[in-house]
């Protein structure tokens, strides 16, 4: 092959000895993508990404744009599967307006973001580091419009963030909570106008509910809500965010020693909820419960939460689609709205007010999972999570985050982190501070 591989576009068939409705065809140092009869939009942006896979897959490294039909949506996607998580690859975008160029430039640096982050090994990616990552990527960005406070070790369990303190406490690598302020209204007083919180579970043992080593090995991607809200907020920043955003990361490592939690300890919360340890290893709920309070205590009107918090979620949806939950209907048809604006996958699952009745203790308040058999695994912990908002849930919509780790490569996306979900949540958030 070609040292720079031109790949164009085409709307004719491929010639017949290239294959029945083939998507790619060869001449030299040029590849063409036909696109065929496909006229709806969501299913070419899906071939471009299909092509884009199978010539990083055949080896090719480097790669420019050229011709007809490239807009902003068809180079993203692209991009997005002209990706591995190791070795270099060259993209040439070919011309653009500056308009398109600024916008694809932002998308790229924050979905890139996210994806090293996340595929980072759980030995470089810990929680200060990961809340030092997030906290240089904004001020990379937004400089001394941000503000931040890090809360560590037993600093966390003196403030009452008992969630984050117990989860990390089994590991010598002391759990975070990163704290940060982006105001750029030059207003000391401003108010919040949304809050993103997210799980940063570096790796995820299990703890004493041990997972299989198949199901364990993974587990560094466990981190991915945090990843993909700080991914989300640099996005909305580069599109102009003008309005004051807390960012607040629940960063922990779970894992086993002489000092983790274990299963029958009871945690009480700073808002008097108890809560008794049923399995160790639904941890993610547990963290972001002291998240969620903080965001709520911040005054925010509008909070999100994203987590990969639950293997229900992927049973029910596969890798294909983020889940959304919330009890105030407006927020949860909000962010599918956003999800469909920016040509990401995400559908509603069920959630009541009556599913944390599910979660029940003869100890404490509430069980960290539900009791019975056959109940709804994702909105039992949605429906944990809950009790953590003000307002009961006005405002609040929680993301689990089924779609953004590839287990394994396919015929769209490599191996590892796909930063699928960061475009919904930058558009939430641009919305309800619009």
Known sequence: MADMMKVGLSTQAAAAHWGEGALLSFSGDEA????????????????????????????????ALAGEGWDLERRYAFAQGFYAAKGAR???????????ARE??????????????????????YPMSLAESALLLIRGLAGEQVTARITAGEALQEAGHIGIWSVGR???????????????????NAP???????????????????????????????????????????LAISRGLNQRVKLI?????NLVSGHAFKLGDILTYKNGISVEIQNTDAEGRLVLADGLMAASDSGAAYILDAATLTGAAKMALGRDYNAVFALDETEQLRALAAAKAENEQAWALPLEPWHVGQLTSAFAELGNIASAEGTAGATTAAAFLSRFVRDE??????????????????????????????????RWLQEVTA
Request: glycine residues 12%; contains cysteine; negative net charge.
């Open 393 to 426: 849930g006005k405002g609040w919509v929680h993301l689990d985050l089924a779609a953004s780790y590839q287990k394994s490569g396919n015929d769209l996306w490599a191996t590892g982190a796909k930063g699928h979900g960061l475009r919904t949540i930058a």
């Open 90 to 100: 060259e993209l040439d975008f070919g011309q653009q307006s500056d308009a398109d």
């Open 192 to 234: 919040v106008v949304a809050a993103l919180v997210g799980k940063g579970i570096t790796f995820d043992s299990g703890g004493y509910s041990m997972k299989s080593s198949d199901n364990m090995l993974p587990m560094k991607s466990d981190m991915g809500g945090a990843a993909m809200v700080t991914g989300a907020l640099a």
């Open 32 to 63: 063409t993508i036909h696109l065929g009869a496909l006229s709806a939009e969501k299913e070419v942006l899906r071939a471009v990404q299909r092509a884009a896979r199978r010539l990083e897959s055949s080896g090719i490294k480097r790669v």
């Open 104 to 125: 694809l430039d932002g998308l790229l640096k924050a979905t890139r973001w996210v994806r090293e982050i996340t595929n980072g090994t759980p030995e470089e990616i």
């Open 249 to 253: 990361l629940c960063c922990a490592e």
């Open 170 to 188: 089994g590991s010598e690598r002391e759990p975070v909570l990163l704290e940060l302020d982006y105001n750029p209204t030059g207003d000391r």
